[in-house]
């Protein structure tokens, strides 16, 4: 959202292009789209508040891991600042969000990734890691998500975006999903 907005969106096509057909690594996109960005973390806050919204069953779902002492946290290869934001204007600031940092600059912003990973976060990591204590049940949507979804027991993969395809592609068992009142009602039945 934020790179189209400064950049347009011809600008973050051609880098998602080169991203799809694998001449730019993940980091390198998503180092190279952030440039573009100008704006304060208000300026972008208030962009994103506008223009986006987090699932609405989402805060129900949260209630319920919570409920069934299931540690929820987001893992993102997203910015961490901006997330925590989000999460706060929707009463769900108590979720730990491992995501990338930001240095914001008139010039353009530099992203400060998690790892040395191809992706700027190893989210596999952290489900490896997560698994150490337990069964994951993992949610994604994109490609930042491919490795991690591969290594949990169960997985959730947006319907109609590319996780989904991945998942059916390389024939790993997923559960497609809409909203997370679908996750839960799996999750919980």
Not at 51 to 77: M, N, Y
Request: glycine share 6%; with cysteine.
């Amino acid at each position: 959202m934020l790179v189209q907005h400064y950049a347009g969106p011809d600008e973050w096509a051609r880098y998602e292009e080169h991203l799809q057909a694998g001449s730019m690594s993940l980091r390198d996109t998503l180092a190279a789209q952030a440039r573009f960005v100008r704006g304060t973390l208000d300026e972008a806050d208030e962009l994103l508040a506008a223009s986006t919204r987090v699932d609405p069953t989402f805060a129900h779902f949260s209630q319920r891991c919570s409920a069934e002492s299931v540690k929820l946290t987001i893992v993102s290869s997203g910015i961490a600042p901006l997330i925590a934001r989000a999460l706060e204007r929707n009463g769900l600031a108590h979720i730990p969000v491992l995501a990338n940092g930001v240095s914001t600059d008139a010039t353009g912003w530099t992203l400060h990734f998690r790892d040395d990973s191809l992706n700027g976060h190893d989210k596999a990591a952290a489900v490896r890691k997560a698994s150490a204590r337990g069964k994951v049940a993992y949610v994604g949507d994109g490609y930042s998500d491919y490795e991690a979804a591969l290594v949990a027991q169960e997985r959730f993969a947006k319907r109609g975006r590319s996780l989904e395809r991945y998942l059916r592609d390389c024939g790993v068992a997923f559960t497609p999903f809409s909203n997370f009142a679908e996750i839960e009602s799996a999750l919980f039945a």
